[in-house]
């Protein structure tokens, strides 16, 4: 009897220790099969001045035309006033910075699952703080990633596809998709935009999308470069450069709701030496809007004073062409 007593206790010790191994070993697969593992990003400078801004170790020397570092969570970078970079991610997606532009890394990791599957994503968060940036997914996200920029604005979410997003002000955003779905959300607003689609998305005004117009790239920015190898020449790639002649096609009421008209025209035929005074609120699509002609064309008669369409300040006098 004390015998088998004894023998049953040892069994009983016995099946208690395997199935805490077992339980362990449970706890150790569910936990490899959705690892989270920090990963890196790498910026390359391809053109003027870019400044990295560690976590954790204060602000690197300034990076020039060719150089290049790796980034992780927290950093961030800005480029300055004749500055380009880009951004480049494990699985190959890039992100195009403009000039003047800032842009922090909230959120970057790997998820990976073991099993049949044996599948993993990548998860990006971005800041965009100022300017504009161009990003391309090269394939469809698997499963678990996620690509996401957020601004103080809206936040944009997006699947494979090339698309940008630019910060206008404190309080506008515009995104235009060229390849692909993207999500704009705002409070409890969401839009899809699939290609050809932009918003300008305003705080406090409704979600409208608009056609968004071709763009044709300069040859010698690295998206550019792809899209010559890759696409048709009658598909080519929105570049920087180029997205920055069409910061104010309109998605949605460009002035204000209340707003008084445009004022400031000084007397004289339309035409040569008819002239306009930028008024505080004003933007060239608005003023463009008011004189009866296109913003591109006003752009263009005053080039030589503005290098860049959003570049318009108070007290300007701009050159209004013949409609």
Known sequence: MYSDSSNKRRVS????????????????????????????ARIVVVGGEAVVSRADAGVDPPLRTGASALMQRGDEVRTGAEGRARLTFSGGEVVELGHNTRVAIL???????????LSHGLVVFLALEEGQVTTRIRHMLFQGSRFVIETR????EARGTLFECQVIDKERIRVAVHEGVVTV????????LEAGQ?????????????????????????????????????????????LQKTLFPPVITPTRPG???????????????????VQPGDTLFSIARSQGVSWEALWQANRDILASPELIHPGQTLRIPTP
């Open 185 to 192: 959300s705002m409070g409890e607003q969401e839009l899809q």
């Open 13 to 40: 010790v016995v099946l208690a220790v395997l199935a805490a191994l077992a339980l362990l070993a449970a706890v150790q697969w569910l936990r490899a099969r959705h690892m989270t593992l920090p990963t890196t």
């Open 198 to 242: 932009g918003v300008v998305a305003r705080l406090g005004q409704p979600l409208t999308s608009s056609v968004v117009p071709t763009l044709v790239p300069d040859a010698d920015t690295p998206l550019a470069s792809e899209a010559a190898a890759e696409a048709p020449s009658a598909t080519k790639m929105p570049t920087l450069t180029d």
């Open 107 to 117: 959120e970057l990791h790997e998820t990976r699952a073991t099993g049949p599957s």
């Open 153 to 156: 604005v809206a936040t944009v």
């Open 259 to 277: 707003d008084v008209p445009v004022q400031g025209v000084t007397d004289g035929v339309l035409g040569v030496g008819k002239t306009y005074t």
